[in-house]
Nanobody, 126 residues
Framework: QVQLVESGGRLVQAGGSLRLSCAAS????????MGWFRQAPGKEREFVTS????????YYGDSVAGRFTISRDNAKNRAYLQMNSLKPEDTAVYYC???????????????????WGQGTQVTVSS
């Protein structure tokens, strides 16, 4: 069992930056690949980015590539999402999620994650 708690979401102006944090507790954090998803009102939950258990592999959704950066610190049991050049369309609830590192299915789909946090609200004003 893994518990995930996101933090860092808040109101920010367009063009600004924000760093989200995901704190993990429970089973060994380094045995999980991590992902960030977001969900805007009335929309489906959307893949943002993922990182392998070692931090050696990262993937980004097209809408955030070049602006967002995912990272992790296994010693601190934390994953991070650095968001730069924020746009109003980035407004959403952001969720971190964990999937066992031995899974071979795609990291892009919500069904392929084993644990989820409760989410943190990010609002970008124009």
């Amino acid at each position: 069992q893994v518990q995930l708690v996101e933090s860092g979401g808040r109101l920010v102006q367009a063009g600004g930056s924000l760093r989200l944090s995901c704190a993990a507790s429970g089973r060994a954090f380094s045995t999980y690949n991590m992902g960030w998803f977001r969900q805007a009102p009335g929309k489906e939950r959307e893949f943002v980015t993922s990182i392998s258990w070692s931090g050696g592999g990262t993937y980004y959704g097209d809408s955030v590539a070049g602006r967002f950066t995912i990272s992790r610190d296994n010693a601190k049991n934390r994953a991070y999402l650095q968001m730069n050049s924020l746009k109003p369309e980035d407004t959403a609830v952001y969720y971190c999620a964990a999937r066992r590192k031995d899974r071979r299915d795609s990291a892009y789909f919500t069904d392929n994650y084993d644990y989820w946090g409760q989410g943190t609200q990010v609002t970008v004003s124009s």
